[in-house]
């Protein structure tokens, strides 16, 4: 049987023995608590006052559009004829409004020349012209031999043969045989004849410095021909190319010049990207029309238009200023009438130009609609019911301060609509509240409030809260998980990212032209990304001080609060060391239990860190700071005044965490991870006395003796007053087995659970044994065994130090 059997074993007995026991005395609290859930439900889920505030506000916020709001509207059915009750010209501001948005996103793109792109264009095709010279001058090097002693012919063929080919022909040469050779071709074969006829006429000598030039020849060739094999123009074969060196040097000068200056003049015109290849091909014949020889114009071309790249970028700021001038240029409509003539008849359907007549003469009849307001109240309610069910059920109820700040961050995003300033502040309210109450309870908000805000704008300029809801949405989901300013500030430059292409995506399918993509959308949407970059690291700005206002804890606050050089974590280092030591070791094993029960590791840590501070009001009344000096309960007769400076530890300790502002979570565990234990040495030392005096034991307030609680509220002070109980009496072992461990450890457990104890923190039955068998494996650590050096050895490594 292993470990971990034996355990759930030793507490199915515990459980089958206290089974009816435990029933009896809390089946009446469980009936009190499913009635007060109950209540909570119905009655205090959620402050009433809060809940009232937070429907009327919103509602007033988002419906705000319905207070002065046309009945006679445009695409409305007018119910009588209206006549103009005078003269009239009014400005149609809308309809001259959208004609100017057509034509700023209509206008096509101003371009410039980019000096850097027309210097590489320039370059590469100078670089091919000064390639063409390399090779023209390579050509020149060549020596024909006198056509008498070998013909041209023969040394144009002798030049193109391959090594092997050559070797083979010195080899025939040595025989001064004149008989044809099988193994050479035809070619070769005359190439020999002309060769050994030569060698009869001349000395060895003469015959020799012949060959040598036929070999320079070759060599110069060579390069020659590897040269062209790199030479690109366009689709132009090899055999065309030839015509570049069999032309003159005039001729091929003036070609050089003119395909120089058409390439400068035609970058000076500009190349815009995207240009058809027929438009560039006919541009460059027409440029180099009469101006080169026929036979290499072909070359000339193609060499131009695969090295013409384009040179034109759109000018950004001369586009916008374009854009601005001719929409401004574009004359405000104006809608005439005169005195008696019929604005719109009976039964007709309004259009915005009488619209417009109608307002400006009074007649549009503007009133509140209260058929609007009662339907934002409607949803406002809705949403908010849908709200409070998600976070109750996620978070259970929240603090009243709690219920003001989502109050508050709610409805800041329609109080920036009513303003019209085109943005919103959802990425700030997704970083707050996933900060503060999780992933769950953020995207819960983030859709509520940006369904309302749809519906509060009439989705006008619903492609900004798209893209601030994509924003939101990565705030919300990952600001919760983050544990420091520095990944928080990386957040919040995702946040912009994520936004800015939110929005170029959407513009960018609903855009008409592609032309209007880089200088106009693609700057709104950095701009917009810009904004909600900027509202995330206003968020951050201001999350330090809401944590303190409202008394939140979130991991960065938590992992500042851990930190074993702050101020009162010092004190206790030095104060009371064994305390110090003691919350240490508890810290580590409360950390390993929460890591395995899924529980909030960093409210566990600093929750522990902080559970004994009240022990520095007097550090000598605990054993631990006792150093094996005397204890100080010994030189007390009083076993009352004893239990009443253990007990102060927890009082005191309150006081210390509210003084220096510990937020309440933390301050939970300072009396909870004691709850209503008895503080049961000085309890029976004061049985023990009043026996002794002849005194009733029973007369002893037992409570005198107890803690003042409350008992662990959550699972977190619960795995503490676990930690708490078993740190001293693991310390205490010293040569244990795990075995022995793990009772010590069910006593405990068992003692805390027939007590109470835990009751009320949510800690199941069945997960006591997962944490006993951590807390053995965590002091097992610990408490490891190491090696015991030989006496020898010892002596050794000492005289080495020395």
């Given at each position: 049987m292993n470990t971990l059997e034996l355990i759930r074993k030793t507490f199915q007995n515990w459980q089958h023995k206290d089974n009816h026991h435990h029933i009896l005395s809390n089946s009446s609290h469980h009936s009190h608590k499913d009635k007060s859930i109950l209540f909570q439900w119905i009655c205090k889920i959620h402050s009433p006052a809060i809940i009232l505030l937070s429907v009327t506000t919103l509602t007033g916020l988002i419906s705000y559009r319905f207070y002065n709001q046309p009945e006679l509207a445009v695409g409305t059915i007018s119910p009588t004829k209206i006549i103009a009750p005078r003269d009239g010209d009014f400005i149609d501001n809308y309809t001259t409004e959208e004609l100017r948005k057509k034509t700023r996103s209509g206008l096509l793109p101003m371009l410039k020349q980019d000096v850097s792109l027309t210097l590489k264009t320039q370059t590469k095709i100078d670089n091919k012209l000064e390639q063409i010279d390399n090779i023209r001058s390579l050509v020149n090097k060549i020596t024909f031999v006198n056509s008498n002693i070998l013909s041209s012919s023969s040394q144009k063929s002798l030049h193109s043969l391959s090594t092997s080919q050559w070797q083979k022909i010195l080899v025939k040469l040595k025989t001064s045989s004149i008989t044809v050779d099988e193994s050479l071709s035809l070619t070769e074969n005359n190439i020999v004849k002309e060769l050994l006829t030569y060698q009869k006429l001349v000395n060895a000598k003469d015959f020799e410095n012949l060959l040598n030039q036929l070999e320079k020849n070759r060599d110069i060739y060579q390069s020659f021909s590897t040269q062209i094999n790199e030479l690109k123009i366009g689709n132009i074969e090899d055999e065309e190319k030839r015509l570049l060196w069999n032309i003159d040097n005039k001729t091929w000068q003036q070609a050089k010049k003119e395909i120089s200056q058409t390439v400068r003049q035609m970058l000076a015109l500009g190349i815009s990207t995207g240009l058809p290849e027929d438009i560039k091909l006919k541009a460059t014949e027409i440029h180099l029309e009469n101006k080169i020889s026929p036979p290499i114009k072909n070359i000339a071309v193609n060499l131009i238009i695969h090295n013409l790249e384009s040179n034109l970028i759109i000018d950004e700021e001369e586009t916008k200023t374009r854009a601005e001038k001719a929409a401004l240029a574009i004359q405000p409509v104006v809608v005439t009438i005169s005195q008696g003539e019929v604005i719109v008849d009976v039964g007709e359907k309004i259009t915005q130009g009488d619209f417009v007549l109608l307002d400006n003469f009074g007649l549009s009849r503007r009133s509140v609609n209260f058929n609007g307001i009662v339907v934002s109240g409607i949803l406002v309610s809705i949403s908010l019911i849908t709200f409070i069910t998600i976070t109750h059920k996620v978070k259970g109820r929240l603090r009243r301060r709690d219920q003001v700040l989502l109050f508050l961050l709610s409805i800041s995003t329609p109080i920036i609509n009513i303003f019209d300033v085109g943005y919103n502040s959802l990425p700030a309210v997704g970083f707050l509240v996933s900060s503060f109450y999780g992933p769950t309870?953020?995207?819960?908000?983030l859709i509520i409030m940006t369904g309302l805000t749809l519906f509060q704008t009439e989705a006008i300029g619903w492609e900004y809260v798209i893209s601030s809801f994509a924003g939101g949405l990565l705030a919300s989901l990952m600001a919760s998980r983050l544990h420091s300013r520095e990944e928080l500030a990386l957040l919040g430059a995702g946040v912009g990212f994520t936004q800015g292409s939110a929005y170029f995506i959407i513009h960018l399918i609903g855009s008409a032209t592609l032309g209007t993509v880089w200088y106009a959308i693609l700057p709104s949407a950095i701009w917009h990304g810009t904004v909600g970059f900027t509202?995330?690291?206003?968020?951050?700005?201001?999350?330090?001080?809401?944590?303190?206002?409202?008394?939140l804890i979130t991991p960065i606050r938590l992992a500042e609060l851990s930190n074993t050089n702050r101020p009162l974590l010092k004190r206790l280092a030095t104060e009371a060391p064994g305390t110090f030591q003691h919350t240490m070791f508890v810290a580590s094993l409360a950390e390993a239990a929460a890591r395995h029960l899924h529980c909030n590791v960093e409210l566990v840590r600093a929750g522990t860190l902080y559970h004994d501070i009240g022990k520095m009001h007097d550090p000598l009344g605990f054993i631990e700071n006792q150093m094996g000096g005397p204890n100080k309960h010994d030189m007390i007769s009083n076993p009352y005044?004893?239990?009443?400076?253990?007990?102060?530890?927890?009082?005191?300790?309150?006081?210390?965490?509210?003084?220096?502002?510990?937020?309440?979570?933390?301050?939970?565990?300072?009396?909870?991870?004691q709850g209503t234990l008895l503080i049961s040495y000085f309890y029976y030392q004061a049985k023990t006395q009043a026996e002794g005096e002849?005194?009733?034991?029973?007369?002893?307030d037992d409570t005198l003796f107890s803690y003042d609680g409350p008992i662990p509220q959550s699972r977190e002070t619960g795995i503490v007053m676990l930690a708490d109980g078993c740190e001293a009496a693991l310390r205490s072992l010293k040569d244990a087995t795990p075995d022995q461990?793990?009772?010590?450890?069910n006593k405990i457990f068992k003692a805390r659970w027939r007590d109470h104890q835990l009751d009320d923190c949510g800690i199941k039955y069945e997960e006591l044994p997962i944490i006993a068998e951590v807390f053995v494996n965590v002091w097992q650590q610990f408490n490891h065994q190491r090696i015991a050096y030989p006496k020898g050895a010892l002596e050794m490594r000492s005289s080495n130090n020395s």
């Open positions: 309870v953020a995207v819960s908000n509202y995330s690291v206003l968020a951050l700005g201001i999350s330090p001080y809401l944590e303190r206002f409202f008394d005044e004893s239990a009443e400076i253990i007990k102060k530890h927890v009082s005191e300790g309150i006081v210390m965490a509210k003084k220096c502002g510990l937020p309440q979570a933390i301050q939970d565990f300072i009396p909870q991870h002849g005194k009733n034991i029973h007369d002893i461990a793990m009772a010590m450890v």
